[in-house]
């Protein structure tokens, strides 16, 4: 997936699990509020249950015990019993200007409302009595609802729905000013990438970010500008250096192999040849290394026969003719067996060669070379080629420099060869080119093995 | 048998032209000729027909891939593409425009005669032209082997492989390779039916087939064709 989208998508789920989270604790709070209200709220009902419990008597004689007239003065409440004709039966603290007989209408009247501004609860009692008790005039507010069941029922639907379209209403503009932050931050992270890629960019420069892309504009625009400076100059000299490179080898191979040269001429015209022939391969190793570190050469990604590089790698170093001092043996892990791998067919065999000639070159004493090709490990696809030697390997310090990937120079301090050092920082960049992965190691008991693992994709 | 053979060689650098002609010279051609633009090499190829054209490919003016397809429209002179770019997409650029070999420069004189025989080879086969082999002789117009006094007629297939292997005598020809000539790109496990092939070219071609001297097997890597008149990568 491409990675603005991964990064705006987690954002979006992060917000709607944010949304989520606070819904949860709305509805967590709103339980517990209820809780807290249904323990320590005002229960009238209980407390006048309660107070009802210490009343005795019936009729029209009645009688409340102490605990039930403390009840009455920690709420600085007043009460009366009426009897079930409508006469006050017992009564405490009621207030002087209230009536002391209610008919059945004043009854339901105040059992609903107000007892003349007082706010009032009853409780039926068991002969038919009524238990009233007053609060302070202002202490408690009392409505009285009542709605058809069919209205009540749309209410309650109407209220979900508009809770249910309020949350899915957040969750649409959320998405949408995500989706706004996308598309304007979108071209901006890829832009970014594209530049760490070395690739060209061009942003529009108008909207809310146009300053940004300006800037990116500007650092793609000399970031190529540069590079391509560097890489024409290097491409420039290399093409100017190459005819009169070929005029030298020319001459100089002719008058090496002249019967009509004396002996130390042809010798010295050989020298000609063999230093030609190393500025030459600098040229070529120059102009190659530049174009992998600046992109400029096109990975041809091809799928291949990961046994058959290998077998033309070594059979293009056995065809140029090998000293006897050196033995080039080609093993399969598993014979018969195709390993695929995606590449570069051109650069897949510059790798291998750089790597077969760097034995050579590193062991002037002669070697034993190994070329194995082998399945990848279990858990990748692809081919693994182990090019090992029996040589003079190279120092601790110095594996762990490659391994590291450092800067290459030769392995060899004092290099009878007169490499250049670009050998390897190659075979590094056709690896790195190819997603694969290159390690080094010491041949038991002396030499250097190095392992390349290239994929199938 | 180079006598008879007339190169044309196409550069602007004057210098690196003579040093060609006389690699070319030297080498036993009869007649080579030179031009330093692409209008003069089209007019001499027209007026001489070579057998062989050397063309460089940046000129000033017209460059080689102008003068290659122009020179396409009219004839089909094999074309060996000699030039100072050596970038992948400049050698495609070549063969899509109907060269027939690409060499670098710089480049060994030896190589670029390899080449040039290995392409008048190829394109102008002498008639009646015969490979001698250790134990036999390979008639590969006729596509027959003559060995102890009896003929023996190469397949097709046999006698791709065995042009294959000539072309390259002396050099490693990778199982791929010698497959992919048979049938294809797509060869992955033809190798057993390879191996059948060379078998039978062995037991036409050698005087002992189990120990063959001629079509010699290079473990793991696919088969060489040793010449009795040669060493190395030699003919």
Known sequence: MNPVRRFFRRYVFSTVGLLALLLFTNIAVLVVLLGISEVKGPSDRFQIVDFCAHLQGGGSSWQADPEAIGMLKEERAWAMVLSPAGQVAWEYQMPAELPRAYSSGDIAQFSRWYLEDWPVTVWALDDGSLAVVGRPKGSMAKYYVSLGRDYYDFLTTLACGIFYINVLLVVVLFIHSARRVEKAMGPILNAIRSLADGKPVRLQEDGELAEINTSLNRAAAYITRKDNTRAEWIRGISHDIRTPLSVILGYASELEESGELPPWAREQAGAIRRQSEKLTSLVADLNLTTRLEYALRPIDQKKLDGVELARQAVSEVLNDGLADCYTLTFMEAHPGRHLPVAGDPALLDRMLSNLLRNCIRHNPGGCRITVTVAPAPATAAGCLFIIADDGCGVSPAQLQTLNRGGPLASTQPADPAGEHGLGLRIVRQIVQAHRGRLSFSNTSPHGLTVTIWIGEK | ?235
């Open chain 2, 1 to 235: 048998m180079n006598e008879d053979k007339t190169i044309l060689i196409v550069d602007d650098e004057a210098e690196l032209l003579e040093m060609v002609r006389g690699i070319f010279v030297r080498a036993g051609y009869g007649q080579v000729m030179t031009a330093g633009n692409g209008p003069q090499a089209l007019a001499l190829c027209a007026a001489r027909r070579p057998d062989l054209v050397i063309l460089d490919v940046m000129m000033p003016g017209m460059d080689g891939f102008s003068v290659l397809r122009e020179l396409r429209r009219t004839s089909s002179v094999p074309v060996l593409m000699l030039t100072a770019r050596s970038e992948a997409e400049d050698k495609f650029t070549g063969f899509e425009s109907g060269a027939d070999d690409y060499l670098a420069k710089p480049f060994l004189p030896r190589e670029l005669l390899f080449r040039a025989q290995a392409i008048l080879r190829r394109t102008s086969p002498a008639t009646g032209h015969r490979v001698r082999l250790a134990a036999a002789e390979v008639d590969i117009e006729n596509a027959a082997v003559r060995r102890d006094g009896q003929t023996f007629p190469l397949t097709a297939k046999e006698l791709q492989l065995f042009r294959k292997l000539y072309e390259n005598a002396g050099r490693i020809v990778t199982t791929g390779a010698l497959c992919e000539t048979v049938c294809g790109p797509v060869w992955q496990g033809y190798e057993c039916t390879l191996a059948t092939h060379i078998r039978h070219l062995r037991e036409k071609m050698e005087a002992n087939p189990s120990r063959p001297v001629s079509i010699v097997t290079v473990k793991g890597l696919g088969y060489r064709l040793d010449l009795p008149d040669a060493k190395g990568a030699g003919r």
